[in-house]
C-alpha cells in the first residue's frame, strides 16, 4: 500500500519573530492538504522575556546556556506564548490543531546533552520519538504543533534545538508516512552568496554540501541545519526543502531541494 504523504514544516528566523509575517504563515499552512505537523523555536522572544526579568541570556558559541531559570523561560515562552498564539491563529484558520512539548504524551523523549567542552546546561539530545501517538493525532485530523521543550522521563524538561526536533520527527514518522521536511526562515533558500538574496542555490546533494561547505558558502548557523537536512534524508526522509515563508504555497519556486 502507497504511504500518505506527511509534510514536518519547521518555522524559525525573522519569521516567527513579525507577527504580520507569522499569521500569514499560518494561513498558507492552514491550506496545506493532507496531514502535516509544525514545529516551532522562538529564541529571540525567550532572550527578550529573559531581559526583561532581569535575567542575562548566556550564549556560547551562538547557543544558549539553558540554567534552571532558564529552562522555566523558554517553556514559558516556546510551551506557552508562543505555542498557543500559534494554535489560535491555525484554529482561526480552520486547521485543527493541539499544541504540544516533547513531554505532552511522551511524544518526544530527550536526555541531558552530555557534557564535553562545553556545559550547556538543560539542552537536551532526542533518543525517541512517539510516533504511534503522533499518528492517532493526524488519523484524527488534528495537526500537532511542537514547540522546542523535550523531557527526559524523570521530570526534567530540556531546552532542544527546534531545527533537530523537526528533522527527528521526520524521521520517526518516515515507517508510517512519505515524510517531507520544510525548514522556513527569513531567506529563499541556500544563498550562493549571502550579499544577493536570489542567489538561490536550487539543488544540493551529498557532493555539492561538500563542497559548499569547503568554499565557506555554506558556513555558520547554516552548519547546523544543513547537518539535521542530510542526517533526514539518510534517516529515510523523502525529501528536504529549505526556504522562506512562501515554501508552504503551491505557487512557490525558488526554494533550495536536497538530496543525497
Same mark, same amino acid.
Given at each position: 500500500?502507497?504511504?500518505? @504523504?506527511?509534510?514536518?514544516?519547521?518555522?524559525? $528566523?525573522?519569521?516567527?519573530?513579525?507577527?504580520?509575517?507569522?499569521?500569514? *504563515?499560518?494561513?498558507?499552512?492552514?491550506?496545506?492538504? $493532507?496531514?502535516?505537523?509544525?514545529?516551532? $523555536? $522562538?529564541?529571540?522572544?525567550?532572550?527578550?522575556?529573559?531581559?526583561?526579568?532581569?535575567?542575562?541570556?548566556?550564549?556560547?558559541?551562538?547557543?544558549?546556556?539553558?540554567?534552571?531559570?532558564?529552562?522555566?523561560?523558554?517553556?514559558?515562552?516556546?510551551?506557552?506564548?508562543?505555542?498557543?498564539?500559534?494554535?489560535?491563529?491555525?484554529?482561526?484558520?480552520? =486547521?485543527?490543531?493541539?499544541?504540544?512539548?516533547?513531554?505532552?504524551?511522551? =511524544?518526544?523523549?530527550?536526555?541531558?546533552?552530555?557534557?564535553?567542552?562545553?556545559?550547556?546546561? *538543560?539542552?537536551?539530545?532526542?533518543?525517541?520519538?512517539?510516533?504511534?501517538?503522533?499518528?492517532?493525532?493526524?488519523?484524527?485530523?488534528? @495537526?500537532?504543533? *511542537? =514547540?522546542?521543550?523535550?523531557?527526559?522521563?524523570?521530570?526534567?524538561?530540556?531546552?532542544?534545538?527546534?531545527?533537530?526536533?523537526?528533522?527527528?520527527?521526520?524521521?520517526?514518522? &518516515?515507517?508510517?508516512?512519505?515524510?517531507?521536511?520544510?525548514?522556513?526562515?527569513?531567506? #529563499?533558500?541556500?544563498?550562493? &552568496?549571502?550579499?544577493?538574496?536570489?542567489?538561490?542555490?536550487?539543488?544540493?546533494?551529498?557532493?555539492?554540501?561538500?563542497?559548499?561547505?569547503?568554499?565557506?558558502?555554506?558556513?555558520?548557523?547554516?552548519?547546523?541545519?544543513?547537518?539535521? =537536512?542530510?542526517?533526514?534524508?539518510?534517516?529515510?526522509?523523502?525529501?528536504? #526543502?529549505?526556504?522562506?515563508? &512562501?515554501?508552504?504555497?503551491?505557487?512557490?519556486?525558488?526554494?533550495?531541494?536536497?538530496?543525497?
Amino acid at each position: 500500500m502507497t504511504k500518505q @504523504t506527511l509534510k514536518v514544516v519547521k518555522i524559525g $528566523g525573522n519569521v516567527i519573530n513579525n507577527e504580520e509575517a507569522l499569521f500569514s *504563515f499560518l494561513k498558507d499552512f492552514a491550506d496545506l492538504d $493532507g496531514p502535516k505537523i509544525l514545529v516551532h $523555536g $522562538g529564541g529571540r522572544k525567550a532572550t527578550e522575556v529573559s531581559s526583561a526579568m532581569g535575567l542575562e541570556p548566556k550564549m556560547i558559541n551562538g547557543r544558549r546556556v539553558t540554567d534552571e531559570a532558564t529552562v522555566e523561560v523558554v517553556t514559558m515562552v516556546y510551551a506557552g506564548l508562543l505555542n498557543k498564539k500559534i494554535v489560535a491563529q491555525l484554529q482561526k484558520n480552520n =486547521c485543527n490543531a493541539l499544541g504540544l512539548s516533547g513531554a505532552d504524551a511522551n =511524544c518526544i523523549l530527550a536526555h541531558k546533552r552530555i557534557v564535553k567542552d562545553v556545559d550547556y546546561g *538543560f539542552a537536551g539530545d532526542v533518543d525517541a520519538i512517539n510516533s504511534e501517538i503522533i499518528d492517532v493525532l493526524l488519523q484524527n485530523n488534528v @495537526t500537532p504543533v *511542537f =514547540c522546542a521543550i523535550t523531557h527526559d522521563k524523570n521530570g526534567q524538561l530540556l531546552n532542544t534545538n527546534a531545527d533537530t526536533i523537526a528533522s527527528e520527527v521526520a524521521i520517526g514518522m &518516515s515507517e508510517l508516512y512519505n515524510t517531507e521536511l520544510n525548514f522556513v526562515f527569513e531567506l #529563499k533558500g541556500v544563498l550562493e &552568496s549571502i550579499n544577493d538574496k536570489d542567489s538561490v542555490i536550487t539543488e544540493i546533494n551529498s557532493e555539492k554540501y561538500k563542497q559548499l561547505i569547503a568554499a565557506g558558502i555554506i558556513a555558520d548557523g547554516m552548519l547546523p541545519k544543513m547537518h539535521n =537536512c542530510f542526517n533526514a534524508l539518510e534517516e529515510g526522509v523523502s525529501k528536504v #526543502k529549505i526556504g522562506d515563508a &512562501s515554501l508552504v504555497k503551491k505557487s512557490t519556486k525558488l526554494y533550495t531541494t536536497l538530496s543525497l
